[in-house]
């Protein structure tokens, strides 16, 4: 396979491309564009001297002027290179009407109205990309449905056909009070919010939901056909329902279901009560109650940039593999995806950063800026084949390699099985051997202490875990050293067999690096809702005491573990104030309640992790590929 030249070099931030203009010869300007209902957007005009132009275009709710970010110096860049730059705040900031946000409930149709209005611009040269991460990935999305969307780089963000059963708390709760116009919000800087709304976060986050949704009257008068409807079928009966509708009637639907004056980031993650837990947050961005339909509305190739220790990670690979099997075929052939050892918009992995100081940059426009004009460029040149379908980065080599496709063909699944005395060992169990208790206290959860998290009080990425792992309500399975270096590279599955003395609780499951000095580096966790365990079935309470097989997700990773290092999986039943904490009560009123848990590692309950082990020739690093 043919690479473009540098690769590495553009994935460890090389030098920007050589400008062709200098800063004055740019033509900057703001106008107000009108959407399909008249409101106006305010947006920014980045113009090189020589018109007509390629045009790359961000649409942002972080204001599209920010100095802070980076961004306006970055538009200037793009301009100074020949391309026709639009900047625009999405509805209700910044700049543009109206005076209050609805969350996502706009980007779908504000999206294309955006793209249309550049193609009828003296300006347009016949080619738009897009860049920038998180919502701004987002409102990408919505943009590629238009046929005249060249391509998108959407970072950390996906369609929303991943699905977590547990709530996003920690960063949404303060997120919500803080962006976006509205006379609700409070002034605080982004990167203090979760510092000002700490005790209150930290007091709050039970979860306690009724099993069958409690529907407001509104919808019932809205609907009243849902009373003939069997209280397990109207979650999906309102989805389909919901996705029909236009981006007003959707905010408004969404307002009258929760009783709010605006929507916000925490309606939306509460919007699971009442389509099911199936309908993860970001499938508001483009509703749709057939996401491979959805993946055939997409009209530009992406190039998805994503992070071992995203919050969302799960996402973008379910968003990958529907793409990749289920989009046109002329676009899914040129998707790519791109996986790098950073956190949502910040560093992730930092072992080793002494001698690879590139892992300490913040990911985001100016890291990856060669790389974009690159993708850019062969678009435009039709040479996105010769790009490789997939890069990721290996942590623990700490080096890019390069894939056919994901997971990458070749890797072997292993087994790792949870024994007594602590042990994790690919020997299965062969005898009865009695289970392992914890008790798990809603009142005092397992703390969130870093990993896959987005957040400025807390470190996302690669902490060590190893004093959580003392707590009395974790417990702890470790392998012997390795006598060899092990390349984990792929879907990651804990296969859990339990107990619980509630009706409903939580399972977390988290796998660690253990080096020889004794720190063990979070690689991966994932939480599983009891109630949620059939993942194509109703939600259903537990018996108390009864012994279950759980199948926690734990998304997906490539690190390798080093001659010497040990693998280490501990199980508990909170990641606080990461998800919300189960009170253990299954929808029944009354004060959170202690669970006794227990988990089975004998011979009829043989729990165990399943990793995929890459052999020698499942991928190459980038410069041999």
Not at 99 to 119: A, K, L
Not at 238 to 251: D, F, I, N, P, T
Not at 439 to 456: L, Q
Request: charged share 20%; with cysteine; aromatic share 10%.
């Amino acid at each position: 396979m043919i690479l473009p030249r540098n690769l590495e070099a553009l994935l460890r931030r090389a030098p920007l491309p050589d400008a062709k203009h200098g800063v004055a010869d740019i033509q900057c300007q703001t106008v107000r564009v009108a959407m399909r209902d008249g409101v106006r957007l305010a947006t920014d005009l980045y113009l090189p001297p020589q018109l007509p132009a390629p045009v790359v275009v961000m649409r942002t709710p972080y204001l599209r002027d920010r100095e802070d970010g980076g961004a306006v110096g970055a538009l200037i860049a793009f301009a100074r290179r020949g391309y026709a730059v639009v900047a625009q705040d999405c509805r209700g900031t910044g700049g543009s009407e109206p005076d209050s946000w609805d969350y996502y409930m706009y980007e779908s149709e504000d999206g294309v109205d955006c793209v249309q209005w550049i193609t009828q611009q003296p300006w347009y040269g016949g080619f738009i990309g897009s860049f920038g991460g998180s919502y701004v990935g987002q409102t990408q999305w919505c943009m590629a449905q238009h046929p005249a969307m060249s391509t998108i780089v959407p970072s950390v963000s996906g369609l929303g056909f991943g699905s977590s059963t547990a709530h996003l708390y920690m960063f949404i709760n303060s997120y919500a009070k803080v962006i976006g116009k509205g006379a609700e919000k409070v002034t605080v800087a982004y990167q203090d919010m979760e510092r000002h709304f700490e005790q209150e976060t930290l007091a709050g986050g039970y979860f306690n939901e009724p099993l069958q949704p409690q529907l407001s009257q509104r919808l019932y008068e809205r609907y009243p056909e849902l009373k003939m409807i069997p209280p397990a079928r109207q979650p999906r009966w309102l989805w389909e329902r919901y996705c029909s509708l236009s981006s007003a009637q959707r905010a408004q639907f969404v307002k009258e279901a929760l009783g709010t004056e605006a929507v916000t980031s925490s309606d939306v993650e509460s919007l699971s009560a009442i389509f099911g837990q199936r309908i993860s947050h970001d499938a508001h961005t483009i509703p749709h109650a057939d996401p491979p339909q959805l993946c055939k509305l997409i009209q530009a190739p992406p190039l998805m940039i994503t992070g071992w220790y995203d919050w969302c990670l799960g996402d973008a690979f379910a968003t990958w593999n529907t793409f990749r099997r289920e989009a046109k075929p002329e676009v899914a052939a040129r998707a790519r995806i791109i996986i790098g050892p950073h956190a949502h918009n910040m560093p992730g992995y930092r072992e080793g950063s002494d001698k690879h100081p590139d892992l300490l940059r913040v990911p985001g426009i100016w890291t990856h800026f060669g790389l974009i004009s690159a993708w850019y460029d062969a678009v435009r040149q039709q040479r996105a084949q010769e790009w490789p379908t997939v890069l990721y980065y290996l942590m623990g080599a700490n080096e890019w390699r390069a894939a056919r496709d994901w997971p990458v063909p070749g890797a072997r699944q292993r087994a790792f099985y949870l024994s007594d005395c602590g042990m994790l060992s690919e020997q299965k169990p062969t005898g009865g051997t009695a289970p392992d208790r914890y008790r798990y206290d809603p009142r005092n959860p397992t703390p969130t202490v870093g990993g896959s998290i987005v957040s400025f009080l807390y470190t996302p990425g690669s902490v060590d875990v190893s004093a959580v792992q003392k707590r009395l309500d974790v417990l702890v399975y470790t392998t012997l050293p390795l006598e060899k270096d092990l390349d984990v590279v792929g879907p990651l599955t804990m296969v859990l067999y339990a107990s619980s003395s509630a009706r409903d609780t939580d399972f977390v499951a988290r796998l660690s690096d253990v080096g020889p000095d004794g720190r063990a580096i979070q690689i991966q966790s994932g939480i599983l809702r009891a109630r949620y365990r059939n993942a194509e079935g109703d939600p259903e309470l537990l018996v108390p005491g009864q012994v279950y097989r759980f199948e926690i997700d734990l998304w997906a990773t490539a690190n390798r573990f080093k001659a010497g290092h040990r693998l280490r999986v501990d199980i508990s039943s909170a990641d606080f104030p990461h998800f919300d904490r189960n009170s253990n009560l299954g929808g029944e009123a009354g004060a959170p309640v202690v669970a006794e848990q227990c988990v089975y590692h004998d011979r009829t309950h043989a729990s165990h992790l399943l990793v995929q082990v890459l052999e020698a020739y499942g991928s190459r690093p980038v410069n041999t590929f």
